[in-house]
């Protein structure tokens, strides 16, 4: 792995590549993170419409599972209270029939464990029958320890209803003794007066207490596909299932009386109503549905309770902050999955732009020095004089010519000329400026564009200097070459106004350089003041001539 990663380092095209690799790698995160913060933003504003719709659907379960369960009482202690033998037992008051019914409720209760007790009680309140359930286990509880229930509400209730008609007590603690059962067993009772035929008054009650840990066990299981927690509260306020164990039955147990839902929330609790529907309170979000079965109108006092849908305000964090991260790792999945991908196009792009770089450099530059060839020597020249056209600046275009560079090559080779003209082309784009150009026209012939000079004197100024940098020595592979050189200058407008003119006037100027010496330079207009001085002398000798 590491020869392979050292391998691609090496390559020529790998800093391009990783260049557009990175730009691609930014381009996808950037893109990624747009699309996944949309897609996490419209999460959130649809979170609670979508999470309130499927906690309400849950409160319907349970309050529709929790009727069901009215139901099945009311039709079960209906059954009950028209036993035959019960029948029997009111009309000839036989006791032996007690143990006949007794046995009935003893089989009844097998077959339905969620029931507590099942009792027949007689008109002055007193257990005649009692059938306990414990852990699954249905029992007749022994003669001796039947007790007198005729101060409990559901036996005052039950005894004044018409025939077939319940009552149901209110959702609370068993009590035995006078005391409350310890561990608690929450007990929901109902109860339904038995007569006599062609008896006005009732003979007794039958009593169901229903197991209300079945109740709370629904939800419980309920609570496996709600979002949060599942809360039952009595209409009073109380819980009977609560956020935390210790403030439940605080109608019940005088320790807790002041555990109640209004006091944990009590912005949400004017808002529970008869309906269904859901809150939303700093504290969190609340879906409900105000249980009251629809139950015969033989049946009274139904209970009235609340089902809610308790979603803290931490849970919906937790949800919103669990949709980041789902976000996130799929954006981190995308990515990597991306990356190869991404550098076969960083490679592919990378070629490309290498080959068109290749081809620019072919046409536009020099393949030896690296310097402007002719043909980028003539665009720039043109450019030029458009940009100085509109903005009336002057500009110099420099020839320039070695001197002594066939002996270089004769003694040296031509390895050492290649080498020779490198070092003097660098040498000579070191004496301008970036804007400036410096070109190699073929064979040992440069050239030099100097753009918005000021005067003539700094076109002057940078061809002495790039005559005195050519005649230092250079420093070659193979030895030491000193060459010279003549510059030719050709100034615009002042000498001519077209490329091709411009460039007619340096070479003229350079030529001039050379036969007057070499190593130096020579501007046009000093080439046309000598001619014409010139002119004047052979005119004037052949007017003397003439006259003699």
Do not use: C, W
């Given at each position: 792995m590491r020869k392979l990663i050292r391998i691609i380092k090496e390559h020529q095209r790998y800093p391009l590549t990783a260049r557009i690799f990175l730009i691609l790698c930014v381009s996808m995160v950037a893109i990624l993170t747009a699309i996944?913060?949309?897609?996490?933003?419209?999460?959130?504003?649809?979170?609670?419409?979508?999470?309130?719709?499927?906690?309400?659907?849950?409160?319907?379960?349970?309050?529709?599972?929790?009727?069901?369960?009215?139901?099945?009482?009311?039709a079960d202690i209906r059954i009950l209270s028209q036993l035959n033998e019960l029948n029997d037992y009111i009309a000839t008051g036989d006791t032996q029939l007690l143990d006949k019914i007794a046995n009935e409720f003893l089989l009844f209760a097998h077959s339905k464990p969620y029931y507590l007790q099942l009792r027949f009680l007689n008109a002055q309140g007193r257990e005649m029958v009692r059938i306990d359930s414990e852990s699954g286990h249905a029992y007749k509880v022994d003669e001796k320890h039947l007790q007198n229930k005729s101060q409990r509400d559901y036996f005052q209730q039950g005894i004044q209803l018409e025939n077939r008609n319940v009552y149901f007590?209110?959702?609370?603690l068993n009590v035995e003794h006078g005391q409350v059962v310890v561990p608690y067993q929450p007990t929901l009772r109902c109860a339904t007066p038995v007569y006599a035929d062609n008896e006005t008054c009732p003979c007794g009650v039958v009593v169901l207490n229903y197991n209300g840990a079945?109740?709370?066990d629904l939800l419980e299981r309920m609570q496996n596909i709600a979002q949060d927690t599942l809360l039952l509260v009595n209409k009073d306020g109380y819980w009977l299932r609560g956020l935390n164990p210790d403030d439940e039955w605080g109608f019940v147990l005088p320790q807790r009386h002041d555990k109640r839902f209004s006091t944990r929330f009590p912005l949400a609790w004017p808002h529970l109503d008869d309906s269904a529907g859901q809150v939303v309170t700093p504290q969190g979000v609340f879906c409900f549905r105000s249980l009251h079965p629809q139950l015969p109108e033989s049946v009274l006092n139904a209970p009235h309770w609340f089902v809610v849908s308790y979603l803290s305000d931490a849970t919906i964090s937790r949800a919103k902050m669990a949709s980041l991260e789902h976000q996130f790792n799929m954006a981190m999945i995308l990515l990597l999955l991306a990356i190869v991908p991404a550098w076969i196009v960083s490679l592919f792009v990378a070629e490309i732009i290498h080959k068109h770089h290749e081809l620019k450099m072919k046409v536009n530059y020099d393949s030896l020095t690296g310097l402007a060839n002719r043909v980028l020597f003539s665009d720039r020249l043109e450019q030029l004089l458009w940009a100085s056209e509109r903005s009336s600046h002057q500009f110099a275009v420099l020839f320039c010519d070695l001197d002594g560079f066939k002996a270089v090559n004769d003694t040296l080779g031509h390895d050492a000329g290649d080498e020779l003209l490198i070092a003097l082309g660098q040498r000579m784009k070191d004496l301008v400026r970036k804007s400036d150009t410096v070109a190699r026209l073929g064979g040992d012939e440069f050239a030099v564009l100097l753009a918005n000079i000021s005067s003539v004197h700094v076109a002057e100024m940078i061809a002495s200097?790039?005559?005195?940098?050519?005649?230092?020595?250079?420093?070659?592979?193979?030895?030491?070459?000193?060459?010279?050189?003549?510059?030719?200058?050709a100034l615009y407008p002042d000498h001519a106004k077209t490329s091709k003119g411009l460039v007619t006037c340096a070479d003229q100027a350079?030529?001039?350089?050379?036969?007057?010496?070499k190593g130096r330079y020579y501007r046009y207009d000093q080439i046309t003041r000598q001619y014409s001085a010139e002119m004047t002398k052979a005119d004037r000798f052949e007017r003397e001539h003439d006259e003699n």
């Open positions: 996944f913060s949309q897609s996490y933003r419209r999460y959130n504003r649809t979170y609670l419409s979508r999470i309130t719709t499927h906690e309400n659907h849950v409160v319907t379960q349970v309050s529709q599972e929790i009727e069901h369960q009215f139901d099945m009482m009311v007590s209110r959702f609370d079945h109740l709370l200097k790039v005559v005195d940098q050519l005649s230092q020595p250079v420093e070659l592979n193979n030895g030491r070459a000193q060459v010279g050189g003549s510059v030719g200058i350079m030529y001039e350089a050379k036969r007057s010496g």
